[in-house]
């Protein structure tokens, strides 16, 4: 037996193919995925959450804003009321309990809660300028109640958050879907978010006889945040100067007057 | 702009670290596999295998047993690319050329302290896993490679003045 | 292409060897089959899917081996040693080394 020297010449361990083309294939393969899953989720949350009764919800919303320090204010009380004689008797607001009330935060936001509360940051109310102003951001509150807004988007963020940690793992999930569940919920929120301005606008006519103050705050806010259309692509509402676009289209074409408007009363004594 | 940055830090981090990891990484394996392949060329004539020789015994003058290993790390690009894997199932193609790597060193370094020997026998292979803690964040991923076997020096090879530790 | 784990080829003289060949394969299992392992888990018997993966590698990693010994002109493979690691969570390695040998 004799030892013969032979090199050799290809490596037969190692693949043939890059291994970038690799990556594009999986990564592409893992974004459909995600979408499909997301989808998947939307549908299963939104065709579930038709069956949550509104008193677990009210249960629900109890516990989570039982230790919010809300304050309460007659001037937000009055507009609420207001609204609330609006409701058509067939819509499910018109049976629902509302609770409305200010928490000290320097944010510009309102938000509609589990459990039928509106939560207005003080930061906004310094920004309003008329009552009609408020009544059209409390209507655009309570129109994400009317579309069970406030319960769909916690239920897609909840089961797409542990269904993706799932599926890719602890590693991959939490530097990925933080990204796609922004991005892929930012077209949908934003879809809710003008559908919930159209609903506000047409509880500020009903209850107010014209449309007045429905795009002034809006107007104030564009013109104070100049930020670039690109960050809006995956913002969670849409660009304001789309949203004026969007409300002032609608009072043209249903013909609704814009009159004055009723200034809103001084900071009430404690 | 600025503002889009801010809210994906986590996604850019991810994505530099991928492309660091690729250029980086391929730059040292090309070096690595350039280095293999010009020691190997060297040290052909030196034949390392997993049988038992039967030399005749008067023709030894002596024999040991020798080893090698070499531990080489992953990178994260291809830490990246295993973990999409792991996903789909399949060929795991980014740690192949890491385990060969490791393979061919570990015995290139066996066989490099056996100088002037005339074959390494029942050589035999031992690998430790790529650390069954790599796919986690913030672990050392690598794969480790022990070659060992009995080398044999010959009184009649032409190198026979070579130095016979034992 | 004859393969053996001893040290010849019965009823073969071999003629000449050409060194160390080896071939591997590292081989991940796709989530849904992690998914039903992990229910498995609970109840005990024969892994059927990762039994099939963990066969299919190994036969790649032959294949590899021989390619190997074909490149250098063996005809047999002798003494072959397989071998299994865990190499990253999921996955698995596949290796498989002998001696590349012409035989007569």
Same mark, same amino acid.
């Given at each position: 037996?004799?030892?013969?020297?032979?090199?050799?010449?290809?490596?037969?361990?190692?693949?043939? *193919?890059?291994?970038?083309?690799?990556?594009?294939?999986?990564?592409? *393969?893992?974004?459909?995925?995600?979408?499909?899953?997301?989808?998947?989720?939307?549908?299963?949350?939104?065709?579930?959450?038709?069956?949550?009764?509104?008193?677990?919800?009210?249960?629900?919303?109890?516990?989570?804003?039982?230790?919010?320090?809300?304050?309460?204010?007659?001037?937000?009380?009055?507009?609420?009321?207001?609204?609330?004689?609006?409701?058509?008797?067939?819509?499910?607001?018109?049976?629902? +309990?509302?609770?409305?009330?200010?928490?000290?935060?320097?944010?510009?936001?309102?938000?509609?809660?589990?459990?039928?509360?509106?939560?207005?940051?003080?930061?906004? &109310?310094?920004?309003?300028?008329?009552?009609?102003?408020?009544?059209?951001?409390?209507?655009?509150?309570?129109?994400?109640?009317?579309?069970?807004? +406030?319960?769909?988007?916690? *239920?897609?963020?909840?089961?797409?958050?542990?269904?993706?940690?799932?599926?890719?793992?602890?590693?991959?999930?939490?530097?990925?879907?933080?990204?796609?569940?922004?991005?892929?919920?930012?077209?949908?929120?934003?879809?809710?978010?003008?559908?919930?301005?159209?609903?506000? &606008?047409?509880?500020?006519?009903?209850?107010?006889?014209?449309?007045?103050?429905?795009?002034?705050?809006?107007?104030?806010?564009?013109?104070?945040?100049?930020? *670039?259309?690109?960050?809006?692509?995956?913002?969670? +509402?849409? +660009?304001?100067?789309?949203?004026?676009?969007?409300?002032?289209?609608?009072?043209?074409?249903?013909?609704?007057?814009?009159?004055?408007?009723?200034?809103?009363?001084?900071?009430?004594?404690? | 702009? $600025?503002?889009?940055?801010?809210?994906?830090?986590?996604?850019?981090?991810?994505?530099?670290?991928?492309?660091? %990891?690729?250029?980086?990484?391929?730059?040292? /394996?090309?070096?690595?596999?350039?280095?293999?392949?010009?020691? /190997?060329?060297?040290?052909?004539?030196?034949?390392?295998?997993?049988?038992?020789?039967?030399?005749?015994?008067?023709?030894?003058?002596? !024999?040991?047993?020798? !080893? %090698?290993?070499?531990?080489? !790390? $992953?990178?994260?690009?291809?830490?990246?690319?295993?973990?999409?894997?792991? $996903?789909?199932? %399949?060929?795991?193609?980014?740690?192949?050329?890491?385990?060969?790597?490791?393979?061919?060193?570990?015995?290139?370094?066996?066989?490099?302290?056996?100088?002037?020997?005339?074959?390494?026998?029942?050589?035999?292979? /031992?690998?430790?896993? $790529?650390?069954?803690?790599?796919?986690?964040?913030?672990?050392? %991923?690598?794969? /480790?490679?022990?070659?060992?076997?009995?080398?044999?020096?010959?009184?009649?090879?032409?190198?026979?003045?070579?130095?016979?530790?034992? | 292409?004859?393969?053996?784990?001893?040290?010849?080829?019965?009823?073969?003289?071999?003629?000449?060897?050409?060194?160390?060949?080896?071939?591997?394969?590292?081989?991940?299992?796709?989530?849904?089959?992690?998914?039903?392992?992990?229910?498995?888990?609970?109840?005990?018997?024969?892994? #059927?899917?990762?039994?099939?993966?963990?066969?299919?590698?190994? #036969?790649?990693?032959?294949?590899?081996? #021989?390619?190997?010994?074909?490149?250098?002109?063996?005809?047999?493979?002798?003494?072959?040693?397989?071998?299994?690691?865990?190499?990253?969570?999921?996955?698995?390695?596949?290796?498989?080394?002998?001696?590349?040998?012409?035989?007569?």
């Amino acid at each position: 037996m004799k030892f013969k020297p032979r090199p050799l010449a290809r490596n037969v361990n190692v693949s043939q *193919g890059s291994r970038l083309w690799d990556l594009c294939l999986l990564l592409s *393969g893992m974004v459909a995925g995600l979408v499909l899953l997301f989808i998947l989720a939307g549908f299963f949350v939104d065709s579930l959450v038709k069956f949550i009764p509104p008193s677990y919800e009210d249960l629900l919303g109890h516990h989570l804003t039982n230790n919010l320090d809300l304050s309460e204010d007659p001037r937000l009380d009055h507009i609420l009321q207001r609204l609330e004689g609006e409701f058509a008797p067939d819509e499910a607001n018109h049976t629902r +309990h509302f609770r409305i009330g200010i928490i000290d935060r320097e944010e510009i936001n309102a938000v509609a809660l589990p459990g039928g509360t509106i939560v207005v940051f003080s930061g906004l &109310l310094k920004e309003v300028a008329s009552e009609n102003e408020l009544a059209m951001i409390v209507g655009h509150e309570l129109g994400h109640f009317a579309h069970q807004d +406030h319960l769909t988007r916690l *239920g897609r963020v909840l089961l797409f958050g542990i269904a993706s940690r799932l599926v890719l793992g602890e590693a991959i999930s939490s530097r990925l879907t933080a990204f796609f569940t922004r991005t892929l919920h930012a077209s949908y929120s934003r879809r809710q978010e003008t559908a919930a301005d159209l609903y506000g &606008l047409s509880l500020l006519v009903k209850a107010y006889g014209h449309a007045g103050g429905a795009v002034d705050f809006f107007i104030r806010i564009a013109e104070r945040r100049r930020s *670039g259309r690109l960050a809006h692509l995956v913002a969670s +509402h849409p +660009h304001p100067e789309d949203r004026i676009e969007i409300l002032k289209k609608t009072i043209q074409a249903k013909g609704w007057p814009v009159s004055s408007k009723i200034a809103l009363p001084e900071t009430p004594p404690p | 702009m $600025i503002e889009l940055i801010m809210q994906n830090v986590g996604l850019l981090t991810l994505l530099f670290l991928v492309t660091l %990891g690729y250029t980086v990484g391929t730059l040292v /394996e090309k070096r690595h596999y350039r280095s293999l392949m010009k020691r /190997e060329q060297a040290l052909l004539t030196l034949p390392a295998v997993t049988i038992k020789h039967d030399q005749s015994v008067d023709e030894i003058r002596g !024999s040991m047993m020798v !080893s %090698g290993s070499a531990v080489i !790390s $992953i990178d994260y690009f291809k830490r990246f690319l295993a973990r999409l894997r792991n $996903i789909f199932g %399949g060929r795991v193609k980014s740690y192949e050329t890491l385990v060969d790597r490791s393979r061919r060193e570990a015995i290139l370094r066996m066989k490099a302290s056996a100088p002037g020997a005339a074959i390494i026998v029942n050589m035999r292979l /031992e690998t430790a896993a $790529i650390g069954n803690s790599a796919n986690q964040k913030r672990m050392i %991923g690598s794969v /480790e490679t022990l070659a060992y076997g009995t080398a044999i020096w010959l009184r009649t090879s032409p190198t026979s003045e070579a130095p016979l530790k034992i | 292409m004859y393969i053996t784990n001893i040290e010849t080829i019965p009823g073969k003289t071999i003629v000449e060897h050409y060194g160390l060949v080896q071939g591997s394969t590292v081989r991940a299992k796709h989530i849904g089959r992690d998914f039903m392992a992990s229910l498995k888990n609970l109840v005990g018997g024969e892994l #059927k899917g990762y039994t099939e993966l963990l066969g299919d590698a190994r #036969k790649e990693a032959v294949e590899r081996m #021989k390619a190997q010994a074909s490149q250098l002109g063996a005809n047999a493979v002798v003494n072959v040693r397989f071998a299994t690691s865990s190499v990253a969570q999921g996955a698995a390695e596949l290796f498989a080394y002998g001696t590349a040998v012409r035989v007569e």
